[in-house]
């Protein structure tokens, strides 16, 4: 009796183990920037993002944004130089209307390619879903997809 009793205790904790492994929820994103404001505006004023407070640092270097899901970007201040990261190192969105975001990005002059870079051309994967790439001001990939059409 008592073995029976470790081996099922054994066997929760095994299990408790395995399953808090497995259920990661996404959390955050931060990306050292060189310049707060203008970053942080773009991923405001064109993606859509809110600022949140930030419990980290101080207002000269952090801006803490969520998306309305509650998704965070944590942008980082840095005086170093920033490489610019291959296009396979991205952020994907997709908004509820990808045509009116298209008209967004047109209407506050943002580039938009294909992944082959041809400006102003809107990719057409084999899936049927339609995306596009931008950078933000530090120069991050970001891709703009339409999954989330209704």
Known sequence: MKIRKCLVLFFLILVSIVFSQNNLKFDHQAFPVN???ISG????????FK?????????LTHRWLANYEGKEIHLIFSDK??????????MAFS??????????LKKNNVVYTNFKLDVGIIQNRKDGIKQ????????????INSTNQN
């Open 132 to 143: 596009v790439w931008i950078r933000d001001p530090q120069g991050y990939w970001i891709e």
């Open 95 to 104: 908004p509820v209307d990808f045509d009116n975001f298209i008209n967004h």
């Open 41 to 48: 505006d773009f991923y405001r004023d064109i993606l859509g």
């Open 51 to 59: 600022d949140i407070p930030i419990l980290v640092g101080t207002k």
């Open 35 to 37: 310049n707060l404001k």
């Open 81 to 90: 130089e920033i490489k610019k990261t291959p296009k396979q190192i991205h």
